[in-house]
Structure formats: C-alpha cells, structure tokens
C-alpha cells in the first residue's frame, strides 16, 4: 500500500525526524545536501513536501527553496525550512521568500506536524488550479407575445385617450 | 507602521464593531471564518488574531490548533470571543494556546487594554 505523504528531508539532523521514519502515513527520503536533492528530484523523485535544513551544504535552505520555486514542475511540493534555533531575521525573510512554514528543533509532536503538511500540500495543491472564468452566458430577452401584444394595446389606448382630449379641450382656455 | 489584527466572527454586526472600534489604531483585517482565515494566513502575518469560538465551517477551537501548528503563528497571541461564558470553555481556549478570553456582550475599552497587552507586554507592564 502506497504511504499517504512523502517527504523529502535535505539535511544532517535526521535523529530529528525519526518519528517521522516510523509511521507508517510518512514515507520519508533523505537527502544531505541540495545537489543530492536536485538529483533526486530529477530522477523522478516527487515527493509532496520538503523538509530542508537551513544549514545544508553546498548553500542554504533560502538558496534551496529559491531553486525549487523557479521551475513549475515542483511548485506543487510544500516547502519547510528547519532551523536550530529562532532567528528573527531568517523567520522574516523566509516569510517574504514565501517558504510554506519555518519550524525550529526540537519539532512539535508528529500529528501536529502531520496536520500542517497535510494542510500545506492540499492547500499548494488548491493555489495552483487553474483559475476558470465561468464562460459568460449570452443571454438573449425574448419578449413573450402576451406582453407584446398588451404594449401594444396599451399604447393604442393612450394615444386614443390623448387625441380624445386635445379635441375636446377647451379653446378659450389655451 | 500599524500593526495588523486579523478579526474572525462570523456575525457581520461585531466584525463592523470591531472594524471601526480598531481601524484608527490598526490595520483590521476581517474575515468570516476560520477557513477563509487560513488561507488568508498562508501569504499574510498577522501581530494579533480575534476569533469567535463559535463558527461554521471551523469552529474556533480547530483554528487555534491550525494556528499553533503553523510555524509562522506559533507565537501570535490570539484573544478568543464567546457567547458563553463558563471556565470549562476559558480553560479549553487557554489549553489550546489562546492569550486571553472575552465573553460576549464585551466592552470594547476591555478588548483594547487586552490588544494593548498584548501587543506591547512590556510596555503595558511599564505603564503601571
């Protein structure tokens, strides 16, 4: 039976994520570095999130997700970016670089974890439909002869009703 | 530049209260639910949230716990809205991660000491 979510984790803390390693809803990958993902993901890897150190070799987790976001295909996977430790100035430009979340270790418990990504690789998933305008429909007013044919009446009564009252209006009075 | 509150009930009436009671201090945000408030989060930071707990489509406890699980709102402090009021319910919104707790029908100075206390801790700890 296929896992629900696969993950990709690029990085050297994976005792981090053994919990990950042993539920059987995660398949996870491991990659240590970005050129060993990039490999991976050409290969045909396609997973549905990337969990991705901010420490990697070969550059760093900004560079990381910056290169993934340049090539449609894998607009599609979440991305997360793992530190280890708080860091203003990284939550800020991650949140600018719209990285899909920035976690600090120790991570929160695995449901919880389990509950974001799920969120996130539905919610990527949603973003990148297509928009569809709904075709504009044309729509054509018929009139009905029932109301054609009372305009018409109607229009014949007043001008009757009309001509009947300039004849008979009194000219002394004009 | 002015901080952001993101305000989440689905009565339009308090949404427009809170709208006016807020918007010369803060940028006011408003939405409807709890789900229309994830999505706007995902590509949005708010400095403080207000929810209703009693919503459609997600209640306000589920959006708390959405909340918490996102790294990026881990640490927003988020003021709960109720139309009931009881400790079981305070203690449930607390235990979920929200700061405070304000049952309805509120006095909006109180839920602007509780912005303020939030939004400026120490600063607020100073005043006194």
């Not at chain 1, 994520?17 to 396609?46: C, M, P, V, W």
Request: include cysteine; glycine fraction near 4%.
């Amino acid at each position: 039976m296929e896992k629900a979510i696969k993950i990709l984790y690029i990085g050297n803390s994976f005792e981090n994520l053994l919990d990950f390693q042993a539920d059987s809803r995660i398949s996870i990958t491991h990659r240590h570095n970005a050129l060993e993902a990039i490999r991976y993901l050409q290969k045909g890897g396609s997973p549905n999130a990337i969990l991705c150190d901010m420490a990697i070799s070969g550059g760093d987790g900004l560079e990381m997700h910056a290169l993934l976001r340049k090539d449609p295909q894998y607009l599609h996977i979440a991305f997360i970016l793992l530190a280890p430790e708080f860091n203003e100035d990284l939550f800020k430009q991650a949140f600018h670089d719209k990285v899909d979340d920035y976690f600090v270790y120790p991570l929160q418990d695995l449901e919880s974890m389990l509950s974001r990504i799920s969120f996130l690789v539905e919610y990527r998933s949603k973003a990148l439909l297509p928009v569809m305008e709904p075709d504009e429909q044309k729509i054509e007013y018929i009139m009905p002869r029932s109301k054609r044919i009372f305009d018409i009446l109607c229009s014949r009564i007043s001008s009757s009703s009309l001509t009947f009252a300039v004849s008979h209006y009194p000219r002394d009075q004009a | 530049m002015k901080k952001t509150i993101l305000i989440i009930d689905d009565e339009q009436s308090i949404r427009l209260l809170l709208e006016n009671f807020l918007v010369k201090e803060y940028q006011v945000i408003c939405k409807s639910d709890g789900v229309q408030a994830l999505e706007w989060l995902e590509g949005n930071l708010p400095d403080l949230i207000i929810c209703d707990v009693q919503m459609p489509n997600m209640d306000g406890y589920v959006f708390i716990e959405k909340v918490r699980q996102r790294g990026f709102t881990r640490h927003t402090p988020i003021i709960m809205l109720s139309g009931v009021e009881n400790s079981k319910e305070r203690i449930k919104c607390y235990r979920l991660g929200a700061q405070d707790f304000l049952a309805k029908p509120f006095n909006p100075e109180e839920l602007g000491e509780l912005i303020e206390k939030n939004l400026h801790p120490i600063h607020y700890a100073i005043k006194w």
